[in-house]
T-cell receptor
Framework: AQKVTQAQTEISVVEKEDVTLDCVYE???????LFWYKQPPSGELVFLIR??????QNEISGRYSWNFQKSTSSFNFTITASQVVDSAVYFC???????????FGTGTSLTVIP | DGGITQSPKYLFRKEGQNVTLSCEQN?????MYWYRQDPGQGLRLIYY???????QKGDIAEGYSVSREKKESFPLTVTSAQKNPTAFYLC??????????????FGPGTRLLVL
């Protein structure tokens, strides 16, 4: 079974629109960590955020915000007022305290149209 | 500047040839990882190393080999036994030993193509 599901394969939005990228995870651990990475066309994965399972506070960083809801096992990522530079593939990942690896979703390809 | 470097950026392999991808980090991280990414796919773990002179197989280790003789270096060899090596290879490192919950930081990647 997929540990991390990113159901949205591709999303296109017009510049300045808001967009939410969904991430649903599955784990039996009570202690776990969730991550979002951005992969621009150059290929390098850029770390965006890390949250632990005990901290459900939403986080905002500029135009980026993250909504962590344990009740629905979701860790969604919203970009407000999207820009062309936001065009990239975004990956959600899970790490369990009891395990020894990261589980990556299959990624969501975001295209922001000028 | 601290970071992870991978070389070469592009690599071409002939049939039956072994090739080695370089990964170097100056972040003083204990753990290092190799992932493979196929087009439109997520990342799959090939090998990881939590400490010098020790490494473990990931989900898709067959046809690959690694070494970890120095803390800052974790080269990956794609052997002739790997029948479908064309992919994008990403190296990563993280701070703590033996804990995957530490954030992994990635290098720029190497694209391997078969001639």
């Amino acid at each position: 079974a997929q540990k991390v599901t990113q159901a949205q394969t591709e999303i296109s939005v017009v510049e300045k629109e808001d967009v939410t990228l969904d991430c649903v995870y599955e784990t039996r651990d009570t202690t776990y960590y969730l991550f979002w990475y951005k992969q621009p066309p150059s290929g390098e994965l850029v770390f965006l955020i890390r949250r632990n399972s005990f901290d459900e506070q939403n986080e905002i960083s500029g135009r980026y915000s993250w909504n962590f809801q344990k009740s629905t096992s979701s860790f969604n990522f919203t970009i407000t007022a999207s820009q062309v530079v936001d065009s990239a593939v975004y990956f959600c990942a899970l790490s369990e305290a009891s395990g020894n690896q990261f589980y990556f979703g299959t990624g969501t390809s975001l295209t922001v149209i000028p | 500047d601290g970071g992870i470097t991978q070389s070469p950026k592009y690599l071409f392999r002939k049939e039956g040839q072994n090739v080695t991808l370089s990964c170097e980090q100056n972040l003083n991280h204990d753990a290092m990882y190799w992932y493979r990414q196929d087009p439109g796919q997520g990342l799959r773990l090939i090998y990881y190393s939590q400490i010098v002179n020790d490494f473990q197989k990931g989900d898709i280790a067959e046809g690959y080999s690694v070494s970890r003789e120095k803390k800052e270096s974790f080269p990956l060899t794609v052997t002739s036994a790997q029948k479908n090596p064309t992919a994008f290879y990403l190296c990563a490192s993280s701070a703590a030993t033996g804990t995957y919950q530490e954030t992994q930081y990635f290098g720029p990647g190497t694209r391997l193509l078969v001639l």
